[in-house]
């Protein structure tokens, strides 16, 4: 009885302490989002959990920040369920690469909108802003 015991709450301890990456973060685990009403919270909940909204860092959502094209690619590719080809690593716009460390996550989401006819660019591979 004293090593089921044991067990129990060692596998306690330990699904706590991966709570958030087994259930996924929450309007909790932001600061700036503390003080937003249950509703509003709810619906930004559902945002971070349909994987459209990540966050700025760990613990600050951003809810101030201005959004970059980067990232509202990502959240309308998102929204509109277009199909993502995560694997892409070729951009048809001279001004989006993978090897940008701050944008270039948002390169397959920017061709999905590109395939939907949502964006096309300015002139010879430029994007639009």
Do not use: H
Request: glycine content about 6%.
């Amino acid at each position: 009885m004293k090593k089921q015991l044991s067990f129990v709450l060692t596998s306690a301890m330990a699904l706590s302490m991966f709570s958030s990456v087994a259930f996924g973060k929450t309007s909790f685990d932001f600061t700036d989002l503390s003080q937003l009403d249950a509703a509003t919270k709810a619906k930004f909940d559902a945002m971070i959990s349909a994987g459209i909204f990540e966050g700025m860092t760990e613990t600050t959502f951003g809810l101030k920040s201005q959004m970059n094209r980067a990232q509202f690619a990502k959240v309308a590719a998102k929204i509109l369920d277009l199909p993502i080809n995560a694997s892409l690593r070729v951009s048809s716009f001279i001004d989006v690469s993978t090897y940008d460390q701050a944008n270039g996550f948002a390169l397959p989401y920017i061709e999905a909108l590109k395939t939907a006819g949502i964006t096309n660019g300015v002139s010879d591979g430029g994007c639009n802003d």
